[in-house]
Structure formats: C-alpha cells, structure tokens
C-alpha cells in the first residue's frame, strides 16, 4: 500500500516591495513511496484510467560524480568528471559581466551559472542593489592548494575538496562594504534562491557545513532545490539527506509543478521517467542521482 505523507507549508511572504518578479509562495509536499510504487503517480483514486507512461534512462555510477547538486567538502571530494565543462574566462567575457564587476582578470566560472548571475543581478539592481562584485569563481587544484596554504583549514579546504573546483560556486563582494552589512549581502540572503543559488555556508549552520560562516560564498544548485532550501532551512548536506529519506519530493515555486526524486546508484541503474516531460539528471556525488521533473 502506498502511504502518503502531505505536507503543506507556506513560505513566508517574501517583503512585498518586489512587484511580482519573486515568488509568493512555495508549496512543497513529500511522499515516502516504495521503491515499487514509483512508476505511476498516484491520482487520488481517479475515476479514468489516465496512467502516466514512464520511460527509462540509464544510469551509470559516473553520473554520481556529475551535476548540479554535488556534495564537495572535507568528505567528499570532486571527481574529475564533476567539474563543469562550461568553465570560461569573465574577465574576457563582456556580455556575460554587465552590471556587475569581477575583481581581476583570472576569475572563471560556468558559463551557465554566470548567465544565472547576471539575471539576478538584474533583478537586484531592479530593487536599487548594484554594486556586487564575483571575488572569486572556478579554482584548479593548484589554486586551491595555495589557498588552502595560506587561508587555513577554517575558511578554505584543501585542493579537490572545494566547491570552487567545480565551476558552480562564487566568491560575491559588494564595492560598498562588507558583504556582512552591504545591501548586496542582504539582499543575496533574502533572494539568492529564486534564481537557484544558496548561502553555503549561513551562520547557524556551521556545525553541518564544517565551515565558518561565509557571507559571500554562493553556490548554485538550480530550481526548484534553491527554494526547498531556503523554505526548510537546510544546508546542501541536509538538504541531500531529507531528498534521501522522503525518495520524492513535490515542490511548486512561482506557480511551477516540479518533482525531485532520489535514486540510489550501485552499478548502472535504470530510472523511470514520465514520456514527454523534461527532467535534469545529478548526481549526489555520494551514493545516488536526484532526478528532477520539470515544469
Ligand atoms: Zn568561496
């Protein structure tokens, strides 16, 4: 029999100076669904027989070492597949630093998690916020390394136990002043997620994390786990735990139907996915992938 758990929460309205550009509310619901109740979607007893036709991917255990949703820290390191392969240059790359700047010629990141910065910034510069500045973006080990040196084991870890090898997280400062106190570190804290981006390291969290807190460093992680996130209060490490526990997640941001589901990963493993609906595929870079079904 399946059992459903539902469970409606309500994010608190978001300061409502935004004209209509956030998000008023996400609802997220979560099901503990046997591994043998996956395929079809239960639809309350509906009284047609509209079952969903589910495909299947493919799943290699390299593809736990790949994604967005990447667990990297002193436990899990980033595999030589996880690094992102849209890394480029922001100092050469005009289009992509409009509206903000980038403190010197070497910072790199993904071009896809640039291109989500910049609407960001769009929409923070929208709200009279616009002098944010990427410190730092995407490291190789050898960078890491020397920073590791020099920073010390509280603020940086050591080279290949970094997100900023990945390419998906960034260093972001304020012209101003302090991210601490800045309008942009503020303004971050409050909407980092509606555009797919985390606090990585918050203040009250540091036991998790195992690392103190970081006004500036962002991570992205994409929709809807950004939201989910900031809803729950969870850090990635929990966050990953409780898409672990609940197996499926329903989660609906700005009027949007999304559905994450975890899957563990041992050797190649098939997934079922609904016909026609478009999904992202990451790894956990642990033990598993999370599949999620796109609006
Ligand atoms: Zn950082």
Redesign the pocket.
């Known amino acids: 029999m399946k059992k459903w758990v539902f469970l409606l929460v309500m994010l608190l309205p978001l300061g409502c100076e935004a004209i209509q550009q956030e998000p008023q509310a996400i609802n997220v619901e979560y099901s503990n669904t046997g591994d043998q109740a996956r395929e079809a979607a239960p639809q309350k007893k509906a009284p047609t027989k509209t079952q969903t036709k589910a495909q299947t991917i493919k799943v290699t255990k390299s593809q736990v070492y790949q994604g967005n949703l990447l667990l990297v820290n002193k436990q899990y390191p980033v595999h030589e597949e996880g690094v992102t392969a849209d890394v480029v240059n922001l100092f050469r790359d005009k289009e992509l630093t409009q509206g903000y700047v980038v403190l010197d010629k070497t910072i790199r990141l993904s071009q896809d998690v640039a291109q989500k910065f910049q609407t960001m910034v769009n929409a923070a510069a929208k709200e009279g916020v616009s002098s944010f500045m990427i410190s730092?973006g995407y490291r190789d080990n050898k960078e890491q390394g020397q920073l590791y040196k020099s920073m010390g084991a509280d603020y940086a870890l050591p080279a290949g136990y970094s997100e900023?090898n990945l390419g998906l997280?960034l260093?972001i400062g304020s012209t101003q002043t302090e991210m601490n106190r800045a309008p942009e570190g503020k303004w971050l804290q409050k909407n980092a997620w509606a555009y797919g981006f985390i606090l990585r390291y918050p203040k009250d969290k540091t036991e998790i994390t195992g690392i103190k807190y970081?006004p500036w460093?962002f991570r992205y992680v994409g929709l809807p786990h950004s939201a989910i996130m900031q809803e729950k209060n969870l850090t990635l490490e929990q966050y990953l735990d409780f898409l672990k526990e609940q197996k499926k997640v329903s989660a609906t941001v700005e009027g949007k139907a999304y559905e994450v589901s975890y899957y563990p990963v041992s050797g190649n493993t098939s997934i079922p996915v609904p016909v026609g609906r478009s999904y992202e595929l990451s790894g956990n870079n642990m033990d598993g992938v999370i599949v999620t079904l796109l609006p």
């Open positions: 730092s900023h997280s260093d970081e460093h």
